[in-house]
């Protein structure tokens, strides 16, 4: 078939370059340039992949759970066994990019739920997100990608500034992880764990003061158990004190640092201080210049405890370290020798106008031998009538029996008088005698016969009564308001009324024309 | 209809596809301009085959990331969880939510699959010059082109659920980066089918085989 037979038209022609490879190879070429990115920046974006054994995977759920480090996300756990004895769980977690630093051989991680514990409340927004897996991150240079989680989650974590400061302990009373640590009532830190020492004796407890309250710690500073409240029944009085209420509840440990001490420097790192079971102990300043000395009583000791105090004219001047007892074997005379520790520099008594490189023992010495001399004596007192507490008063007693100190006796003996309680007895004694010997028959006699003698005295004092009415009914005749004197009276005054008003207007005029003394009135001058 | 049958091309005339004129094309030509409408004029789509595999090739490639990585981010207070579009399936699939599973499986897992498959097909069968099974592929064509529409159907669920729940701190839902990968997929298909020549189908089955390619 021709071609020319159909009118079959020409088409317009068009020059066009023609290529071998069309353009539209960009397409996939691009699809490829971006899958290969995304692969790229996918795999580049997967992070190391860690382990960590935990003792039970309660809370944590693979593919859920997310790491957290300072709140943010820094992996997720992708996958949770068993371990092969069965006993405990392996995580496996998927950390983000870049976290390699972090896992190092001291980083720690453990399992972030809600806690309430005493005095904390945490982790309450686990409630709603479910547990995650909290991190702290190690010093250490060692790579590490397999982790034993800690069983309780750290109080403390490095981050934290602060300092952290070890207490030695006899026993842990109610202190625990979290508990919390008070200067001033304020609350600065808590205790961060606590651990036994190797022998057993006693506990070493850490605790996290945070910056920058850490700087009140000295070497000087004293902790004292804080917990609950610190009463005490002694000599002194009813002592009660408390941090705050939440420590009443939850236990508390308090420090402060003695105001007479000298200024140091902020105490280092982790120095041991020993925690005082409370804060009068905490601040019994150590002893500088102990004395011992002997006392014998021989009046009773009950209510005198080990621990009491020793004053003089009321100023503390030392302590009872032992009360013991003892019988004379000549008089049978029972005693109890008491031995005191005198420190009077330890309790704040200074020494003034001493002269440099005096000796201090000798010049004590005299000094004792002095006081005894004028009559000072050691005597036992009710420090509280309520707890019937006893303290060692050294007091001037002029009239004392004399007595000397023996000082080559070790320890060297002061002589003492009885105490008030027995003085007391002898005196109540010396009462109940005097009234023994009152003559009560006589005296009930006497007063009989005044009681007659009184009686007496009233009737003749009811005839001078009777007699002082009728002199009072007279006057009061004289007084009524019809009697004759009374209308007189009225009148007298009417009259004095009237002579008074005539009297005002004179004055008046005399007020309003003064010259009318001298000229009279002018109606009459004209 | 015998595969023997005339056709245009064999007459070496040019069908307008603006406005139905049959015209020849200058000698030596194979290009031209439709000389009532000024339409472009040629034998077959041009470049139809290499463009055809181009999306294709940029189809498969992309159909990769919009499987692996995640199409959608839940974010609850509970924390953010990204599903791919197979997570999805798999979290559709319950008792009573399971038709709505397997929709999410055809219409973004099966459909664009066989169509990458289809194409892949019957480019190649056109490449080889088969003459087998012309009225299957002619159909298989139509069915490709009919149905790939239908794949947006999750990136439209994808876009409105993110746009829809953002009840933000409680709940919201953003795209993932599977997402455009997913719709790149989608356009990339639907471009290559039209890209597609049918004609080619039965050109193999003419006497003269023509090739452009």
Redesign the interface.
């Known amino acids: 078939?021709p071609?020319s037979d159909l009118p079959?038209?020409?088409?317009?022609?068009?020059s066009?370059k023609r290529t071998r490879?069309?353009l539209?190879?960009v397409?996939?070429i691009?699809?490829?340039v971006v899958?290969v990115w995304?692969?790229i920046t996918?795999i580049l974006a997967e992070g190391p992949t860690i382990t960590i054994t935990f003792q039970t995977a309660e809370g944590l759920e693979a593919g859920?759970t997310?790491i957290h480090y300072n709140g943010v996300d820094v992996g997720t756990l992708t996958a949770i066994r068993l371990s092969d004895d069965h006993l405990r769980v392996i995580a496996t977690g998927e950390m983000a990019p870049k976290t390699e630093g972090f896992l190092v051989d001291d980083t720690k991680f453990w399992v972030v739920s809600a806690r309430i514990s005493g005095a904390n409340v945490t982790g309450l927004g686990t409630l709603?997100?479910?547990a995650y897996i909290g991190m702290e991150i190690g010093e250490s240079k060692v790579k590490k990608r397999d982790f034993v989680a800690l069983d309780t989650p750290p109080v403390v974590t490095g981050e934290t500034p602060g300092r952290f400061f070890l207490l030695k302990t006899p026993n842990l009373g109610s202190l625990d992880a979290g508990t919390p640590i008070y200067f001033r009532r304020l609350q600065v830190g808590q205790v961060a764990s606590y651990e036994l020492d190797k022998d057993g004796q006693s506990l070493t407890v850490k605790t996290f003061v945070n910056a920058p309250y850490d700087q009140y710690v000295t070497p000087n500073t004293r902790f004292w158990d804080a917990s609950g409240i610190d009463m005490s029944l002694t000599a002194n009085g009813l002592t009660l004190r408390t941090q705050s209420v939440m420590s009443i509840l939850v236990g508390g440990i308090a420090f402060e640092t003695p105001a007479t001490g000298p200024l140091l420097p902020p105490a280092e790192a982790n120095t041991v201080f020993t925690l005082f079971s409370d804060r009068t102990t905490a601040f019994k300043l150590t002893a500088r210049d102990p004395q011992k000395f002997v006392l014998v009583f021989t009046d009773t000791v009950r209510g005198l405890s080990i621990g009491a105090p020793v004053d003089f004219h009321g100023i503390p001047v030392g302590e009872v370290v032992d009360v013991s007892a003892q019988i004379d074997a000549k008089t049978f005379q029972f005693s109890a020798p008491v031995t005191i520790v005198l420190d009077a520099m330890r309790l704040g008594v200074q020494v003034v106008g001493m002269e440099p490189g005096a000796d201090f023992a000798a010049l004590r010495r005299k000094m004792i031998d002095n006081l005894i001399a004028h009559g000072v004596r050691a005597q036992l007192r009710t420090g509280s009538l309520l707890t019937g507490a006893l303290f060692v008063a050294f007091d001037v007693f002029p009239d004392a029996p004399a007595a000397t100190v023996d000082w080559s006796r070790q320890p060297a003996e002061l002589p003492t008088i009885p105490g008030q309680l027995e003085a007391l007895e002898a005196n109540v004694a010396g009462i109940i005698k005097k009234v023994n010997e009152m003559p009560l028959k006589a005296i009930g006699d006497d007063l009989q016969k005044a009681i007659v003698e009184l009686d007496r005295t009233l009737v003749s004092a009811r005839g001078t009564l009777d007699a002082g009415r009728g002199t009072l009914d007279n006057a009061n005749r004289l007084v009524e308001p019809n009697s004759v004197l009374g209308v007189e009276l009225a009148n007298t005054l009417q009259e004095v009324s009237r002579t008074m008003r005539s009297v005002r207007v004179l004055a008046d005029y005399l007020e309003r024309h003064p010259e009318s003394l001298i000229r009279g009135k002018p109606g009459e001058a004209k | 209809m015998s595969a023997a049958a005339l056709t245009a091309m064999q007459?070496?005339?040019?069908s307008c596809e603006g406005c139905g004129?049959?015209?020849?094309?200058?000698a030596g030509?194979h290009?031209?301009?439709?000389?009532r409408c000024?339409e472009?004029?040629t034998f077959r789509k041009r470049?139809s085959v290499?463009?055809t595999w181009?999306?294709l090739?940029?189809?498969a490639?992309?159909y990769?990331?919009a499987n692996v990585?995640p199409v959608l981010t839940t974010v609850t207070?509970?924390?953010r969880?990204s599903d791919t579009i197979l997570q999805g399936v798999v979290l559709l699939w319950s008792p009573t939510g399971w038709p709505l599973s397997l929709i999410v499986l055809f219409a973004s897992i099966m459909i664009p699959s066989a169509k990458i498959l289809a194409l892949a097909y019957l480019l190649i069968s056109v490449q080889r010059g088969s003459i087998e099974n012309n009225e299957q592929r002619a159909r298989l064509y139509r069915t490709v082109e009919f149905i790939g529409r239908w794949s947006m159907v999750d990136v439209f669920v994808d876009t409105f659920t993110a746009a829809l729940v953002q009840l933000q701190p409680l709940m919201s839902v953003e795209p993932g980066?599977g997402l455009p990968?997913f719709a790149?997929v989608v356009v990339?298909t639907m471009l290559a089918v039209e890209?597609f020549d049918p004609r080619f189908i039965w050109d193999a089955a003419s006497a003269n085989e023509v090739r452009y390619a």
Do not use: N, T
Request: hydrophobic share 45%; with cysteine.
């Open positions: 078939m071609d079959v038209p020409e088409s317009r022609r068009v066009r490879l069309s539209v190879w397409i996939p691009l699809a490829a899958g995304v692969a996918r859920k997310k709603l997100s479910g | 007459q070496g005339w040019q004129l049959l015209s020849r094309p200058v030509a290009e031209g301009r439709c000389p000024d472009e004029l470049a290499q463009r181009a999306y090739a940029a189809a490639i992309c990769v990331p990585l207070a509970g924390g969880e980066p990968f790149a990339l890209s």
